[in-house]
């Protein structure tokens, strides 16, 4: 089974939030909701600022909270390890929008939960998830970490990388990297 | 200092949860009623002696008002579903994982176990009430049975009183939900308004004497349990240290939360003030006859208790959804 991660390099994102926009298109995704978002974090005292984007998206966990909090199966595990809904069996509880600590989920106004597939349909044509595509800072790295070669596994051998809420044991396959802070704040 | 600005947000999510709303806090609150009813009228049927032939029940409106009120609990958590018309996939699998798995085929394994009883406590007498001879058959056949069918009714009480609250403690998201403590104060809320509700029904002057003593211990308990999950978050983590923040908060934003807290902590002692001078009343023995005066305040204090308990499952239910585990 391959393991699909992402790999986000937080230094390399330029804010332009294509990503949102791609992701939006090519899943159809409606209006006034979202399957990835860019978060802008700035931290310290003017002048001594520090800026941070990254974005966040559905972390596609090992030990998803959203598989078993769900009901009738409609949120499960995929053949290729990604965490994916089946909107036919969803019931739209909202359990698993509630068991999710990244708040990846949302409502679908047809009354199932959708949260990011890593693009699964572009997936299987061989393709790079969208957002991935379309990043223009080349923040968005994906790939499969079994593949010893794959860009992704190489990133996070060279580099010291983090997940999302640790602490919470999800086991998050979206990793961040980055430099650690200049200013010494 | 930190300054979040956040592109491409879910309004279901940011800035806070707003997924479940009123119709999950009156699904929690008719279902804990309901359990709490279920178990205590089988307490007053497996208290009275045991019957050589038939078995003379003493609550027997109680199962029936319990059933009710829980089918229109149930009721309320398919209208919040997004796809009530897929409902049917929740019973093609069990998924032992999901809380939501063992309310779906939870709720109408007690609501069967709930028609059983009904039918085991119709007293002889009564039985041409139910119309269809086959009913009146069956209710034939279960009323010697009784017994065991109000352990049963016992046992599904308080799973369906537990699951209340483990439904909402399942989630590890959510810190204000997420503790062991939760279900127990749910069960102990669900068995106080049982009994309160109990009391209110009740023809019989001595069930009503018997649920208003049994209620003093429910509330002292749930008062305490209410005070043991507050200090337990108080004393955990920072999410869980900030999810009872509402709660003691007077911003206008979350006044709403520290007034249910004052108000669970204003009804519940008068409702216990109330019961304990009922009590001081027959301090030598209860000798069958109650004044108006005496049933009116025993009503008046089982609202006070229903009117608690309903005001401690919206304040949990909304204000678990202001934190969460992540900073924003």
């Given at each position: ?11 390399k994102c330029i804010g332009c939030m294509a990503c949102v926009i791609a992701c ?12 990835t978002r860019v978060?802008e ?12 984007l990254?974005s ?75 957002c991935?595509?379309t990043c223009l800072g080349k923040s968005r ?45 | ?6 592109t491409g ?320």
């Amino acid at each position: 089974m391959p393991k699909y991660v992402m790999v986000i390099d937080v230094e390399k994102c330029i804010g332009c939030m294509a990503c949102v926009i791609a992701c939006k298109k090519e899943n159809n995704v409606p209006e006034e909701h979202f399957r990835t978002r860019v978060v802008e974090e700035v931290r310290g005292e003017f002048p001594n600022l520090r800026m941070e984007l990254r974005s966040e998206l559905c972390n596609h966990c090992e030990n998803a909270p959203c598989i078993d909090a769900c009901p009738t199966r409609a949120s499960h595990r995929a053949k290729d390890g990604t965490v994916q809904i089946d909107s036919v069996k969803c019931i739209g509880c909202k359990a698993c929008i509630l068991a999710c600590p990244y708040d990846a989920r949302y409502s679908h106004p047809k009354g199932f939960a959708d949260k990011c597939t890593f693009c699964d349909h572009r997936l299987k044509e061989g393709k790079k998830p969208a957002c991935v595509e379309t990043c223009l800072g080349k923040s968005r790295i994906f790939g499969d970490l079994e593949e010893a070669n794959s860009e992704v596994a190489e990133l996070l051998r060279k580099h010291d990388s983090s997940v999302r809420l640790e602490f919470a044991g999800t086991r998050p396959r979206v990793f961040y990297i980055k430099k650690k802070f200049a200013g010494g704040l | 200092m930190t300054e979040i600005t956040i592109t491409g947000l879910n309004a279901i999510t940011h800035p806070y949860l707003e997924v479940w709303d009123w119709r999950i806090v009156i699904y929690l609150f008719l279902g804990g009623l309901s359990a709490g009813m279920l178990v205590m009228c089988s307490i007053a049927n497996l208290r009275i002696t045991k019957q050589p032939v038939e078995e003379l029940a003493q609550c027997v409106r109680a199962p029936f008002i319990a059933f009710i009120i829980l089918a229109i609990g149930a009721l309320f958590i398919i209208i919040d579903l997004g796809k009530p018309q897929s409902l049917l996939w929740g019973y093609l699998t069990f998924q032992p994982l999901s809380l939501m798995s063992w309310g779906t085929w939870g709720v109408p394994a007690v609501l069967v176990a709930n028609a059983l009883y009904i039918l085991a406590v119709i007293p002889k007498d009564q039985r041409h009430k139910l119309k269809f001879p086959f009913l009146i058959k069956i209710a034939e056949k279960l009323a010697p049975k009784m017994r065991p069918i109000a352990k049963l009714n016992f046992a599904m009480g308080i799973f369906l009183g537990i699951y209340t609250g483990v439904l909402l403690s399942s989630f590890a998201a959510i810190p204000l939900w997420n503790n062991a403590t939760l279900p127990i104060l749910f069960l102990v809320s669900a068995l106080s308004s049982g009994a309160a509700m109990i009391v209110i029904i009740a023809k019989k002057n001595e069930i009503k004497f018997l649920f208003t003593k049994i209620d003093i211990w429910l509330i002292v308990a749930e008062l305490v349990i209410i005070l043991l999950f507050l200090y337990g978050l108080y004393t955990s983590t920072a999410p869980y240290k900030k999810a009872i923040e509402p709660f003691f908060s007077f911003t206008s934003e979350q006044f709403i939360f520290a007034i249910a807290l004052i108000a669970i902590f204003l009804l519940l002692p008068l409702a216990l003030r109330i019961k304990l001078g009922e009590l001081k009343e027959f301090e030598d023995g209860f000798h069958g006859e109650f004044t108006k005066a005496q049933i009116f305040r025993m009503n008046f204090a089982a609202v006070l208790v229903l009117t608690g308990t309903l005001i401690l499952r919206a304040a949990i239910v909304y204000a678990g959804q202001l934190t969460k585990l992540s900073p924003y």
